[in-house]
T-cell receptor
Framework: DAMVIQNPRYQVTQFGKPVTLSCSQTLNHNVMYWYQQKSSQAPKLLFHYYDKDFNNEADTPDNFQSRRPNTSFCFLDIRSPGLGDAAMYLC????????????FGPGTRLTVL | AQSVTQLDSHVSVSEGTPVLLRCNYS??????LFWYVQHPNKGLQLLLK??????LVKGINGFEAEFKKSETSFHLTKPSAHMSDAAEYFCVVSDRPEYGNKLVFGAGTILRVKS
């Protein structure tokens, strides 16, 4: 089945220790998104890739970076995680028009000690 | 700019009774609207979508929603709640394509189903 896969599902890191979250998709969608979702809140868009074009949200901290080496994979790098970065991180994909909606992966729960 | 208001932060129903989750939107053009469901510690699953075709949209698991332009509403309904429907539901409007097809989320409604 076509899907969005996130690894790992649970990630524990230490304060200030860099961490990378992974997302892959078999839908062949050309747009990929990263969201941060804190407890009891709606997801918040961090950035998205339209093919290889990177689009950062204005309020996304510099601590968050992303890479998309090919159509299928996208990575979220947190350079120096703080306690406030503990959250669920969701990857999503869509076709370029976005009319059909976005398809979400299961998420990675990040804990910062 | 687009916006979404979910009128209830929590809804509690008994199993077997109807579900109504209310959503109002604001958009300066003809929007695409979605309902997503999120179970605890899971990703978001698309329940249904409205994209300017039929105003009554049927989704998965017996849910449906009606787009009412005059009322700027897109309420989600289900005739008979099941225990497995307990989750958080997000009403979402899609921003204009030239802005990257961003999703604008409502604050969410937590649905509790009592046995």
């Amino acid at each position: 089945d076509a899907m969005v896969i996130q690894n790992p599902r649970y990630q524990v890191t230490q304060f200030g220790k860099p961490v990378t979250l992974s997302c892959s998709q078999t839908l062949n969608h050309n747009v990929m998104y990263w969201y941060q979702q804190k407890s009891s809140q709606a997801p918040k868009l961090l950035f998205h890739y339209y093919d290889k074009d990177f689009n950062n949200e204005a309020d996304t901290p510099d601590n968050f970076q992303s890479r998309r080496p090919n159509t299928s994979f996208c990575f979220l790098d947190i350079r120096s995680p703080g306690l406030g970065d503990a959250a669920m991180y969701l990857c999503a994909t869509s076709r370029e028009t976005g009319v059909g909606g976005q398809f979400f992966g299961p998420g990675t729960r990040l804990t910062v000690l | 700019a687009q916006s979404v208001t979910q009128l209830d932060s929590h809804v509690s129903v008994s199993e077997g009774t109807p579900v109504l989750l209310r959503c109002n939107y604001s958009s300066s053009y003809s929007p695409s609207l979605f309902w997503y469901v999120q179970h605890p510690n899971k990703g978001l699953q698309l329940l249904l979508k409205y994209t300017s075709a039929a105003t009554l949209v049927k989704g998965i698991n017996g849910f449906e929603a009606e787009f009412k332009k005059s009322e700027t509403s897109f309420h989600l309904t289900k005739p008979s709640a099941h225990m497995s429907d307990a989750a958080e539901y997000f009403c979402v409007v899609s921003d204009r394509p030239e802005y990257g097809n961003k999703l604008v989320f409502g604050a969410g409604t937590i649905l509790r189903v009592k046995s």
